[in-house]
């Protein structure tokens, strides 16, 4: 193939890039070359890939971000979920990049929403005051903070965005990745992107089976891992449940009730075949994700209600002036809304468009169910002023741009963090004793701390759902056995089935893909590849004083389990 050189720091404005689709067209429009080569080309532009987008760029290094949505954000935006994050996220344990993310945030509602005086004082502002979060949050304000944190970049044309771009082949030479054509999805077109260093921040590491990288999907067996509740033998087609989204308000005394959905026959009657056992229908009271034993469902969109309503709550209109909105809105991400019956991962993608599509229906059919049939606290039926917001998720049909991915491809790396390196009673059982950390992992480039946090999946089991500890980011899962150019950037690195459950979060997400940005331009700066920085112990120490003197969190302080 003949290698073109474009210009290294091609770039456009950002803000004509990530508005509508008709803007993104018009800009990409006058962009005609087929070759564009970059110093780091990255792939899916979700909480991972932005970072480590900022992170090369902050190395002076150009960058080439692909996202196959016309949103950035991914989890936090795209898939509309708040930020999962451990309790001490207002103090420590994040990475100063994502801190920093999260203070926007507040100061956007502050500069733009009609807060009340006494919201807008509040240091840790949570606009939402949901349960799941202390920065509950709508999906577009942090479209706006991801995107104002890029522009600077787009202006100085060291950065290009191509959204509604996805991967379709790459070209590997000697170990190495050459080039990797990218498809235009809605016009056809296709470009090949050259660079050293090539990032796969894609939600299912849809890079990974291009490029040949090894890797493995579903649930492995316990003789490789040595995790207790892994089944016996290679399980690739059971995987983590996922869910389509939806954005709701509630408005008293009105009718927003939808046209009865085309499956509400099924859904309305399904009964989930789990193990342990779903307590009885789908719609209805589901499983405590620890105990597994029946729990109530309980909803009540009205003020002071209680339940799921509150837990994903994005919008509380007693922290607004009065009268700037009728009611409080709320992202509904439940038990009840998980589709498990299929997977989108190692299908066909007719296959995978079938169960994307049946999964928004079950999310439709969960909110007509919502609205005509749930059993209300007060006796009556149904809460018909619970309104469909698709203007909030920036859809036709009110779900979420995205299907929010829960597991992802992962590549078999030169480690693999298991069970018994992060998981409370497992490290207890290893080490014979009650207190216990996570293993210290030397080569450590970030932190994390979250529940190992599986929902239902594919092949049958109910949730898993335990204790773990505040744990590090090891370097060697950033790195694939073989391929020398080709970093993961999300959760898509070098964890099992059962430790992506409490590596897959945002904070921790943006850590992988910050991590793997900066290494990829520190190895384009010292001519290193990432495996002889992780092998070095000076050239380890190097990399790491590098990443602490950018704010990097690489280590925890004495902290309780979660």
């Not at 991801?146 to 000697?174: D, G, W």
């Not at 759902?465 to 744990?471: E, I």
Request: aromatic residues 8%; proline residues 7%; glycine residues 8%.
């Amino acid at each position: 193939m003949k290698r073109r050189q474009f210009l290294e720091g091609c770039g456009f404005g950002l803000a004509g890039m990530l508005t509508a689709s008709t803007g993104v067209s018009s800009a990409l429009a006058t962009f005609s070359k087929k070759e564009i080569q970059a110093d780091v080309v990255i792939f899916g532009g979700g909480l991972g890939g932005v970072a480590a987008a900022l992170a090369a760029l902050r190395a002076g290094k150009s960058v080439v971000m692909t996202e196959p949505t016309d949103w950035i954000g991914g989890q936090l935006t795209q898939q509309a979920v708040p930020p999962d994050e451990h309790p001490w996220i207002e103090m420590f344990g994040a990475n100063a990049s994502y801190l920093r993310m999260r203070k926007e945030i507040r100061q956007y509602y502050r500069d733009h929403y009609p807060l009340t005086a006494s919201a807008r004082l509040e240091r840790n502002l949570n606009p939402g005051n949901g349960n799941v979060s202390r920065l509950c949050h709508e999906p577009r304000v942090a479209l706006a903070v991801l995107t104002s944190m890029l522009a600077p970049y787009a202006s100085s044309r060291k950065l290009l965005i191509l959204l509604e771009h996805a991967p379709v082949a790459a070209e590997v030479q000697a170990d190495k990745v050459q080039c990797v054509t990218v498809k235009d999805l809605r016009s056809g077109d296709q470009r090949t992107l050259l660079a050293p260093y090539f990032l796969d921040a894609t939600e299912m590491g849809e890079l990974l089976p291009l490029a040949g990288v090894e890797h493995v999907i579903g649930f492995e067996p316990r003789s490789e891992t040595g995790e207790r509740k892994a089944p016996e033998n290679y399980q690739p087609e059971n995987q983590q449940s996922f869910t389509c989204c939806f954005a709701a308000d509630y408005l008293e005394g009105e009718d927003h009730t939808i046209d009865r959905p085309a499956e509400w026959n099924f859904w309305s009657q399904y009964k989930p075949a789990l193990n342990p056992a779903w307590p009885g229908l789908m719609f209805g009271d589901a499983t405590d994700p620890v105990s597994l034993q029946p729990r109530k469902f309980t909803f009540d969109p009205r003020d002071n209600g209680a339940g799921f309503f509150n837990y994903r709550k994005i919008l509380d209109h007693k922290k607004h002036v009065e009268g700037a909105f009728s009611g409080s809105m709320t992202l509904i991400n439940w038990p009840q809304n998980d589709y498990w019956l299929g997977n989108l991962i190692g299908v066909t993608p007719e296959e995978a468009d079938t169960h994307i599509a049946r999964a928004k229906q079950l999310s439709l059919c969960l909110l007509y169910w919502l609205q005509t049939e749930f059993p209300r606290p007060d006796g009556g039926t149904g809460f018909k002023g619970l309104r469909l917001r698709p203007d909030v998720v920036g859809t036709a049909d009110g779900l979420a741009k995205h299907p929010y991915i829960r597991e992802s491809r992962r590549i078999k790396a030169e480690f693999t963090v298991v069970e018994s390196m992060v998981g409370t009673d497992a490290r207890r059982e290893k080490l014979g004793k009650q207190d216990v950390e996570a293993e210290k992992f030397a080569d450590s480039v970030g932190v994390g701390s979250y529940r190992i946090d599986l929902h239902p999946s594919s092949g049958g089991d109910n949730y898993i759902d335990v204790s773990s500890l505040p744990f590090q980011i090891p370097l060697g899962a950033l790195i694939p056995r073989r391929v020398e150019n080709l970093l993961p950037a999300c959760k898509n690195l070098g964890v099992t089935h059962i430790t992506n459950g409490c590596y897959r979060l945002h904070p921790v997400e943006w850590g992988i893909g910050e991590a793997a940005g900066a290494l990829a331009a520190h190895c384009i700066e010292t001519k290193q590849t990432p495996r002889e920085v992780r092998n070095s112990p000076a050239k380890l120490k190097s990399f790491q004083d590098r990443l602490v003197s950018q704010g990097f969190e690489i280590d925890w302080p004495k902290l309780s389990p979660r």
